[in-house]
Nanobody, 115 residues
Framework: QVQLVESGGGKVQPGGSLRLSCVAS????????MGWYRQAPGKQRTLVAL???????QYADSVKGRFTISRDNAENTVYLQMNSLKLEDTAVYYC?????????WGQGTQVTVSS
């Protein structure tokens, strides 16, 4: 089964940028949807962005125009470029891979936006 490992989190000031990476232990070139989700303390995990195999994307309203999801099937990697970060973007960010038969999550990476 494919495993996912996120990286790139950290602490940044409001208005700053971070790029998260999610590396899969196996191929992501097949029929699947790759996504980024986040969970703030005391809140439910919510969708941030999705990308299909053919590159179709979907974003939460709160991040539209600021975040960009992309994928490199050759490198088995999904990225989340986060610009103009806000205090409310602080959360643990999780990568997710969904296929017809599997649903896999990474362990998460912490993003803290603080002045």
């Amino acid at each position: 089964q494919v495993q996912l490992v996120e990286s790139g989190g950290g602490k940044v000031q409001p208005g700053g940028s971070l790029r998260l990476s999610c590396v899969a232990s196996g191929s992501i070139a097949g029929m699947n949807i790759m996504g980024w989700y986040r969970q703030a303390p005391g809140k439910q995990r919510t969708l941030v962005a999705l990308i299909t195999r053919d590159g179709t994307t979907q974003y939460a309203d709160s991040v539209k125009g600021r975040f960009t999801i992309s994928r490199d099937n050759a490198e088995n990697t999904v990225y989340l470029q986060m610009n103009s970060l806000k205090l409310e973007d602080t959360a643990v960010y999780y990568c997710r891979r969904q296929t017809l038969v599997n649903d896999t999550w990474g362990q998460g990476t912490q993003v803290t936006v603080s002045s």
